[in-house]
């Protein structure tokens, strides 16, 4: 049992135990997946799932959610006890753990269960922005300390180890699946959050990054009041000063050309071949999925092109768009666009297009960000790295 019974140890350093015996998430960045003697104890994980999630859970924060994630183990998955063929199966919060798990305890794996639901307490968020490439490259080149968007949204997006799978021809139409190993973060509204995020030039990049904002991987100072920085090496020398901790983590950040856009969405089926994966679910949509940087994590965008709206007002048939190919995980084309938005975005457009190019505007909706649950488990730990400034 963790701890001598009297009290129970904070959420910080009970994180920093986590942190002292999860160096496999470290190593397997290197190719090594070794693990010492704790990191492979079921019992030592167990204590500390009943005391992060159960007698030290904080009230007041969003990951207060009433649902906690338990991972069978690999002989367990196809078991009648605990969710049929789906790796993990889910229960609602009780003041006791033993009255959620009771006999099926040695069925769990507890240490990918901690992570799991350390991941999916986590509040994060995603930025999708309009950045223009000779800003990307000086960013990159350090020139510039932060990014200075022409155009961004940030929306808050919850970690799920199922993934929504959006019947492109009805807007209401979805289905869910188990997709864990993967993490899943979802925007439902797409269409709507991200209608005015259109590319009207050639110098457009556009831009998707993902942070961790607060919540369980967050743990606070119960003296001091104040947030522990347990990502970096020599947290563990200074949590007991209270080390601040910072605002987020970025745990995924990539940008895509305009050009590379268009080139995608103009080409059809065989637009970024070595990038992307294809699905086709109604003849009116694309479903793609590029890679992130480095391939790690996908990211799912739909991608309409705004056709001008002068020259085909007056032909009820062309106000059918063309055929659209997404760029990320899921991409979309967009059902509609309205008629006075798409004039201003045509319009932009054509006051910046070369001569002997026509310009035409690309309306980008993101549907969703995936990674591996190892990836996002490692950074919230272990990531030192400064998060992506904009």
């Not at 188990?178 to 990049?205: G, K, M, N, Q, R």
């Not at 601040?244 to 089926?269: H, N, P, W």
């Not at 909706?365 to 990674?371: A, D, E, K, Y």
């Amino acid at each position: 049992m963790i701890g001598d019974g009297s009290q129970v140890p904070s959420r910080y350093e009970l994180l920093g135990m986590v942190r002292k015996h999860s160096k496999s998430l470290q190593e397997t960045a290197l190719g090594v997946n070794e693990m010492d003697d704790v990191e492979m104890d079921a019992r030592f994980w167990q204590d500390l799932t009943d005391l992060y999630f159960f007698r030290s859970r904080e009230t007041g924060h969003r990951e207060d959610d009433d649902l906690v994630f338990f991972v069978k183990k690999m002989t367990q998955r196809h078991g009648a006890n605990s969710g049929g063929d789906s790796p993990y199966f889910v229960r609602r919060w009780a003041p006791k753990l033993n009255d959620l798990v009771g006999e099926i305890s040695m069925s769990i794996d507890w240490r990918r269960s901690f992570l799991l639901n350390l991941i999916a307490h986590t509040c994060f968020s995603v930025t999708v922005a309009i950045c223009s490439h000779q800003v990307l490259q000086q960013y990159q080149a350090d020139q510039v300390k932060s990014l200075s968007p022409i155009y961004k949204v940030v929306k808050t997006v919850y970690a799920s180890p199922n993934r929504i799978n959006f019947h492109l021809d009805s807007r209401k139409a979805i289905e869910t699946e188990p997709a864990y190993p993967e993490i899943c973060f979802a925007v439902d509204d797409f269409d709507s959050t991200f209608d005015a995020v259109v590319l009207t030039d050639t110098d457009h990049c556009y831009c998707v990054l993902l942070n961790a904002t607060d919540g369980a991987a967050f743990p606070h100072n119960r003296d001091q009041g104040q947030v522990i920085d347990l990502s970096t090496p020599t947290s563990e020398e200074h949590s007991t000063r209270g080390k601040v901790k910072k605002s987020k983590i970025t745990l995924f950040s990539g940008f895509v050309s305009y050009q590379m856009v268009r080139e995608a969405y103009d080409s059809g089926r065989s637009g970024f071949g070595s990038l992307l994966s294809f699905g086709h679910p109604s003849g009116k949509t694309d479903r793609i999925y590029m890679k992130g940087p480095g391939g790690r994590g996908e990211v799912e965008v739909a991608v309409s092109g705004i056709l001008d709206q002068s020259k085909t007002e007056l032909s009820p048939k062309s106000q059918t768009p063309k055929k659209g190919l997404g760029i990320g995980s899921i991409v979309r084309t967009a059902a509609s666009v309205a008629s006075t938005a798409a004039k201003h975005a045509y319009a932009a457009a054509s006051s910046v297009r070369h001569p002997d190019e026509e310009m035409l505007p690309l309306k980008c909706c993101l549907m969703s960000v995936s990674l591996p649950w190892e990836a996002i488990a490692h950074d919230l730990l272990f990531k030192g790295t400064p998060p992506v400034a904009m």
